[in-house]
T-cell receptor, first 116, second 115 residues
Framework: GAVVSQHPSRVICKSGTSVKIECRSL??????MFWYRQFPKQSLMLMAT?????????EQGVEKDKFLINHASLTLSTLTVTSAHPEDSSFYIC????????????FGPGTRLTVT | AQKVTQAQTEISVVEKEDVTLDCVYE???????LFWYKQPPSGELVFLIR??????QNEISGRYSWNFQKSTSSFNFTITASQVVDSAVYFC????????????FGGGTRVLVKP
């Protein structure tokens, strides 16, 4: 099946620094990728839709200047948390859409971010 | 707007008991897709099933079964003869092309299977 990887799996950073998380579709091309955030014991909340070659579309309430998304190729999307604060500590999960029509999203294994 | 409700936040059962997880959804789209995912403690989402709105057949896969009732907007999931390895959080989710393929997740149900 389609495989999506995320790197790093865990990251600890100091408050005020920036962190980049990579999401890669390993064996297929993904024109669309999604970024989710999951706080402890809560559900996944969609942050933004990342389309290859164009600007990301952010969900209401998500600061686009804080969560920079770049989808420079058909197999890579990156999420950069800028000037991270402890409240940004969360589990970040990406997914990649296999086909242009409605299809399954293939999820990455997630990245646990801890901001100290 | 789409909405998914999983009324049960946590269910605790003893091994070999059956457990049914409820999922109720709301959508204005006539064509939509429903999913169930399992999230074990490791955090990685595991895809279990996808069902489109035109296919109301129930499905069985091993110890898992799903009951799709369009009339009540429900897509319930049953684990038969539960095992300790079934302990996880289970999410029901909904999407449609009209929604830009964005997944709307329910709040999740934590299942704890005790030996």
């Amino acid at each position: 099946g389609a495989v999506v990887s995320q790197h790093p799996s865990r990251v600890i950073c100091k408050s005020g620094t920036s962190v980049k998380i990579e999401c890669r579709s390993l064996d297929f091309q993904a024109t669309t990728m999604f970024w989710y955030r999951q706080f402890p014991k809560q559900s996944l909340m969609l942050m933004a839709t990342s389309n290859e070659g164009s600007k990301a579309t952010y969900e209401q309430g998500v600061e686009k200047d804080k969560f920079l998304i770049n989808h420079a190729s058909l197999t890579l999307s990156t999420l950069t948390v800028t000037s991270a604060h402890p409240e940004d500590s969360s589990f970040y999960i990406c997914s990649a859409l296999l086909l242009a029509g409605v299809s399954e999203q293939y999820f990455g294994p997630g990245t646990r971010l801890t901001v100290t | 707007a789409q909405k998914v409700t999983q009324a049960q936040t946590e269910i605790s059962v003893v091994e070999k008991e059956d457990v049914t997880l409820d999922c109720v959804y709301e959508t204005r789209d006539t064509t939509y897709y429903l999913f169930w995912y399992k999230q074990p403690p490791s955090g990685e989402l595991v895809f279990l099933i996808r069902r489109n709105s035109f296919d109301e057949q129930n499905e069985i896969s091993g110890r898992y079964s799903w009951n799709f009732q369009k009339s009540t907007s429900s897509f319930n999931f049953t684990i038969t003869a539960s095992q300790v390895v079934d302990s996880a959080v289970y999410f029901c989710a909904l999407t449609s092309k009209a929604a830009g393929n964005k997944l709307t997740f329910g709040g999740g149900t934590r299942v704890l299977v005790k030996p």
